[in-house]
């Protein structure tokens, strides 16, 4: 059983502008969360697949709807993953004040078997990017499809997770603990995020932390966790009530 807990993130980059007077776990506008891939790494005999491209954001109830539009580096030297913004597919679950979306499209990758894997990581990666604004506030998502050796694959399970903590969604008090725990055996190590729309976490990156001033009333709580090496990544939302 393997994790880590770092506060950067390698293999999904949000560019978007934060106050730094918030606590970075805390939702309070458009939020960029995270993206998942189908399947979540490739081999090359993979080539000419399409991929599924799932990116999760958080937003404020009753703030403007979602406009999308593709990303593209223009100083990137390796050439992004075309994906059709236009075909987008958005669908939103509300928590409370705050909306938790899911931006669902997908893209083709060719010639697979002719990208060099990088002998001093053993895979490569193709990036892909995702621009995605509410008004006046915008989110630039880039994200890396990784590609494995042939026979590789199986080394990288997605994860699996279990929210042990909060025991209840309906709580009495303003703090809380918060826990959750692997419960896949892969080869993979993993970025760990809370985000909540009220309060603050303790320590955000850590799998048992504690969540404080949690507002009275209804609250979004979200628990990630990202692949270091590959594009894997878990998302678990829940409803809390005080």
Known sequence: MKYTLLPSIIMVSIIGCQNSMDSPETLQKLRAIGVKTTPHILTPENSNS?????????????SPDL???NYNDPQSFVPYIPID??????SSENFGGMDLLEVTLSGGLSDLALLPIRP????TTLPFGLTVSSGSEIENVVGRQVIVPVGEAAKYTIPEFTLSEPTSRTLSSATTPLSASLETVSEETYRISWYVSSGSVKNPKALVTVWKDIAVGENLLIFTARGRKTNAFFIKALKITR
């Open 85 to 90: 913004a236009s075909s987008a597919v958005v």
């Open 120 to 123: 001093d990581i053993g895979f």
């Open 50 to 62: 399409s991929v599924n491209y799932t990116f999760y954001f958080a937003k404020p109830v009753g």
């Open 67 to 69: 406009t999308v539009d």
